[in-house]
Nanobody
Framework: QVQLVESGGGLVQAGGSLSLSCVVS????????MGWFRRTPGKEREFVAA??????TTYYADSVLGRFTISRDNAKVILKMNNLKVEDTAVYYC????????????????????WGQGTQVTVSS
């Protein structure tokens, strides 16, 4: 059974950068499309970024487009976050879903069946 472990969260000033990592174990990494989501208190978990099985296709929420970059390599998914804003403060979760199409990415929470425990990102003003 696939397992996901996120790391890399922390406290950063507005305008700064952080890089989140999601290590995938327990199954063949290449069969999974991956995604990052986040949740703030009182809100639903929301989509941030997604990447296809082979990594050739990515997609971003409008709120992070141009500032965040998702990538994958060696059983790891990275979310590089630049020019962070106070509103990026959230718990960030990594998700995995088995995908039959190597070019597909997935943006809905219901598309994913495996999640990590989350990592806290706090951006101060």
């Amino acid at each position: 059974q696939v397992q996901l472990v996120e790391s890399g969260g922390g406290l950063v000033q507005a305008g700064g950068s952080l890089s989140l990592s999601c290590v995938v174990s327990g199954s063949t990494f290449s069969i999974y499309a991956m995604g990052w989501f986040r949740r703030t208190p009182g809100k639903e978990r929301e989509f941030v970024a997604a990447i296809s099985r082979r990594g050739a296709t990515t997609y971003y929420a409008d709120s992070v487009l141009g500032r965040f970059t998702i990538s994958r390599d060696n059983a790891k998914v990275i979310l590089k976050m630049n020019n962070l804003k106070v509103e990026d403060t959230a718990v960030y979760y990594c998700g995995a879903t088995r995908s039959s199409n190597p070019s597909y990415y997935y943006t809905r929470i219901s598309d994913y069946n495996t999640w990590g425990q989350g990592t806290q990102v706090t951006v101060s003003s």
